[in-house]
């Protein structure tokens, strides 16, 4: 997508807005999917956390993917994209019972990521087949350091509870068919990752009657120039060897699942905001854009660097620019930011914003969400209108006071 076309799909659907690029979705599905080639059976599961619009779903459908899901309602908006429910898995955190058992109803896979909800189900269900998740407590450290940290995380079962597993298993008479693992921590050393990898051979040995392991997700992207990024080529060498080596030792072809959110669509997407002001302080210039925390939320949340560019005036000097929003409240996308000229009406655009942007969007200072497009074969499709006052008032009840 070039500056051109971003400039046009500003101006046909309005701002902010935005921007996902197929292309860039379907090659690095393929990427992922050609470094594990080695591996017979390979089950990538899009997470729909990330991006959750039904074409996005659609369009992973099309690749063969799968859904990582971790709401009952992400469960039936996969179901609504045309997936069958054996290519969806639940794995949910602290949900109730009800839930788990209206999606494992609905045919699809459940992942049990506690004991209480464990024993349970399996009480409840024993023929149903469950996949467990577990928590390794490997924590990939700031350089190759392996720290055996994240004792007190509220996700999966810790591996220190596998007798209790065990007896909650033997018990209920319940059928394991799956190990799964999503640490939630970026893949910055692939030998950190290896040595999870591990720890969850160690726990599939103690299972009889497993189809899969799954692996979660963790694969980074880079944000700005030179950000460090996953060696996704290297990773799936060799974690494909050992892999095929402990399904010899296991005496069964297992399949190797993933769940990437983030490597699939982040890089995808872009966010493009309209210029509304330049204001010059006593230390600072900003932008103020039409747009705030509402929209994209990461940098004010996780303190995320994401790269912005003035699409309307790419020749332009460089200064320097704190880009801010509009709402009531501090909303800076970024502090002192090298940017080419910026004049009131200029288009800018913020990369990596197909994933978690949109979908932790808000309705905060009554703003209405924005519009996203599709960019699919050099055709601008809107998958979702920007939302208008109905929106705001829907669900409230005005009453006589
Ligand atoms: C969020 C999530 C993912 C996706 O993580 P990314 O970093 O976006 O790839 C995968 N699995 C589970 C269980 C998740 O909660």
């Known amino acids: 997508m070039n500056n051109n076309t971003l400039l046009k799909i500003a101006n046909d659907f309005g701002s902010p807005v935005y921007v996902y690029d197929s292309e860039k979705i379907v090659s690095q599905y393929k990427r992922l999917t050609s470094a594990f080639n080695k591996v017979k059976q390979l089950k990538i599961n899009y997470a729909v956390k990330a991006l959750s619009n039904i074409s996005i779903l659609k369009l992973m459908h099309?690749?063969?993917?799968?859904?990582?899901?971790?709401?009952?309602?992400?469960?039936?908006?996969?179901?609504?994209?045309?997936?069958?429910?054996?290519?969806?898995?639940?794995?949910?955190?602290?949900?109730?019972?009800?839930?788990?058992?209206?999606?494992?109803?609905?045919?699809?896979?459940?992942?049990?990521?506690?004991?209480?909800?464990?024993?349970?189900?399996?009480?409840?269900?024993?023929?149903?087949?469950v996949c467990i998740r577990i928590n390794p407590h490997v924590m990939a450290g700031g350089n190759a350091n392996i720290s055996v940290g994240h004792i007190d995380s509220k996700f999966g079962i810790s591996v220190h509870q596998i007798p209790h597993i065990l007896r909650i298993v033997e018990n209920t008479n319940m059928h394991i068919n799956g190990i799964h693992m999503h640490t939630g921590s970026d893949i910055l050393d692939i030998d950190v990752f290896l040595y999870a990898s591990e720890i969850l051979f160690d726990t599939a040995k103690h299972f009889k009657d497993l189809e899969f392991l799954d692996f979660g997700s963790g694969f980074k992207v880079p944000y700005s120039e030179g950000d460090i990024e996953t060696n996704i080529e290297e990773f799936g060498t060799k974690l494909s060897k050992r892999f095929n080596a402990f399904c010899k030792e296991y005496g069964k072809e297992l399949t190797l699942g993933f769940e990437p959110g983030k490597f699939l669509v982040s890089e995808a997407g872009v966010f493009l905001a309209k210029v509304n002001v330049v204001k010059q302080t006593t230390s600072?210039?900003?932008?103020?854009?039409?747009?705030?925390?509402?929209?994209?939320?990461?940098?004010?949340?996780?303190?995320?660097?994401?790269?912005?560019?003035?699409?309307?005036?790419?020749?332009?000097?460089?200064?320097?620019?704190?880009?801010?929003?509009?709402?009531?409240?501090?909303?800076?996308?970024?502090?002192?930011?090298?940017?080419?000229?910026?004049?009131?009406?200029?288009?800018?655009?913020?990369?990596?914003?197909?994933?978690?942007?949109?979908?932790?969007?808000?309705?905060?200072?009554?703003?209405?969400?924005?519009?996203?497009?599709?960019?699919?074969?050099?055709?601008?499709?809107?998958?979702?209108?920007?939302?208008?006052?109905?929106?705001i008032i829907k669900n409230q009840i005005e009453v006589s006071l």
């Open 284 to 391: 600072t210039v900003f932008a103020q854009i039409d747009t705030g925390f509402n929209h994209l939320i990461r940098p004010m949340l996780y303190g995320s660097q994401h790269m912005i560019s003035n699409i309307s005036n790419p020749k332009g000097r460089e200064r320097f620019y704190s880009v801010v929003g509009y709402i009531c409240e501090t909303d800076t996308f970024a502090n002192n930011r090298r940017i080419n000229e910026i004049n009131e009406g200029d288009i800018l655009c913020f990369k990596n914003a197909g994933a978690y942007c949109y979908s932790m969007s808000s309705n905060y200072n009554s703003r209405y969400r924005p519009a996203e497009v599709l960019w699919h074969k050099d055709q601008a499709l809107l998958i979702r209108e920007r939302e208008t006052f109905d929106d």
């Open 62 to 129: 099309t690749l063969g993917a799968g859904l990582d899901t971790v709401s009952i309602q992400e469960v039936q908006l996969g179901l609504k994209a045309g997936f069958a429910p054996e290519q969806i898995i639940f794995t949910p955190n602290g949900v109730s019972l009800e839930e788990i058992e209206i999606a494992s109803k609905l045919g699809v896979q459940i992942n049990i990521d506690n004991l209480s909800i464990l024993e349970q189900f399996g009480t409840k269900h024993p023929k149903v087949p």
